[in-house]
């Protein structure tokens, strides 16, 4: 699977939007952009994926640059449940359909 | 409720008595695969299954077995264990385990072997 670059880690005010930035310059044109988050001491959580278009779903949203170079993840309202390693993967699927988990950026979430 | 259920959720024991660390989906997913966590080397693949009677191995299948006899189980065996193995345990699984799917994890099963 083709690499994703995210910043080590980010902090934001609780109850403020947050974006969380991704770039994956060498994506290819089957490559899916999925996000998980791992809270401490539990499995990562999948929380949205997209190919092209945008995407939301009930916990955030997903902005992909048109030449699908880089995306955001955004999470309106941070909480202080928010707070974890959120990872950008990029999904090919192929082999054994393993999901490639980089470092990942540490969201803290200030009250 | 949709879940992924791993037991034990944490386990010491000695090197060489034989364990096994059980994975349980309740959504009629196809796919199912196990991880590893371990500092700085982040997740890594175990051996994954499409489908029932249908497993291969992933990244790190050595000292590791795994068996899929019906589609909702999927167990992780360690016939020998040995300190190396010692590690933080991931079970996954998907409907088909595509790309347009999302994975769904366990809590994870954290192993010490001494």
């Known amino acids: 699977d083709a690499k994703t670059t995210q910043p080590n880690s980010m902090e934001s005010n609780e109850e403020e939007p947050v974006h969380l930035p991704c770039n994956h310059s060498?994506?290819?044109?089957?490559?899916?952009i999925h996000w998980y988050r791992q809270l401490p001491s539990q499995g990562p959580e999948y929380v949205i994926h997209?190919?092209?278009s945008n995407v939301n779903n009930r916990m955030a949203s997903l902005a992909i640059a048109e030449d699908r170079k880089s995306s955001t993840l955004i999470l309106h309202r941070a909480t202080l449940r928010d707070a974890a390693v959120y990872y950008c993967?990029?999904?090919?699927?192929?082999?054994?359909?393993?999901?490639?988990f980089g470092k990942g950026t540490k969201l803290s979430v200030i009250p | 409720e949709a879940q992924v259920t791993q037991n034990p959720r944490y386990l010491i024991t000695v090197t060489g008595k034989k364990l096994t660390v059980t994975c349980s989906q309740n959504?009629?997913?196809?796919?199912m695969s196990w991880y590893r966590q371990d500092p700085g080397l982040g997740l890594r693949q175990i051996y994954y299954?499409?489908?029932?009677?249908?497993?291969d191995k992933g990244d790190v299948p050595e000292g590791y077995k795994v068996s899929r006899k019906e589609k909702r189980n999927f167990p992780l065996i360690l016939e020998s264990p040995s300190p190396n193995q010692t590690s933080l345990y991931f079970c996954?699984?998907?409907?088909?385990?595509?790309?347009?799917?999302?994975?769904?994890f366990g809590d994870g099963t954290r192993l010490s072997i001494l």
């Open positions: 996954a699984s998907s409907l088909l385990g595509r790309p347009n799917q999302p994975q769904h």
């Open positions: 060498t994506i290819s044109g089957t490559d899916y």
């Open positions: 997209g190919l092209t």
């Open positions: 993967i990029l999904f090919s699927g192929a082999g054994s359909y393993q999901l490639t």
């Open positions: 959504m009629n997913h196809e796919y």
């Open positions: 299954s499409m489908n029932v009677e249908v497993t």
